[in-house]
């Protein structure tokens, strides 16, 4: 026992209160970051909710068109209309109809068309 007692003394120790500190410092940072992720969570889940709610809303109307289309194609409705506005219409079988004659090279035909409305109707350039 013939040691110092002063060199035995419980004095402050530097780096464990300086440990304590830092590690203080981190978890405040740390509880500050949490907090602001979760009122940003919070905010992003408000602003979820509402782009829901619109979606939803145009679904319904998407929806009401739709039927609303159907419902005007129908055939009482279109004959209800074209009577309204006194349109007659024939059914295609009476009607006289011409098949289209297709030529074999359409492209020579668009190229003398083409060439026609360069020269001009007076056939000068």
Not at 18 to 35: E, R
Request: hydrophobic share 40%.
């Amino acid at each position: 026992m013939s040691r110092n007692r002063l060199k035995q003394a419980n004095g402050i120790q530097a780096k464990r209160l300086w440990k304590l500190f830092v590690c203080c410092i981190v978890m405040t940072v740390l509880g500050l970051v949490y907090v602001f992720m979760q009122i940003q969570t919070i905010k992003l889940a408000d602003a979820n909710k509402k782009l829901e709610s619109e979606r939803d809303d145009y679904r319904k109307k998407n929806e009401g068109l739709e039927l609303q289309i159907t419902r005007l194609k129908q055939a009482t409705v279109l004959q209800q209309k074209l009577s309204r506005f006194n349109i007659s219409m024939v059914p295609l079988s009476e009607l006289r109809v011409i098949p289209a004659q297709i030529s074999p090279s359409p492209q020579r035909e668009l190229r003398q068309l083409a060439r026609a409305d360069e020269i001009g109707p007076e056939g000068v350039r």
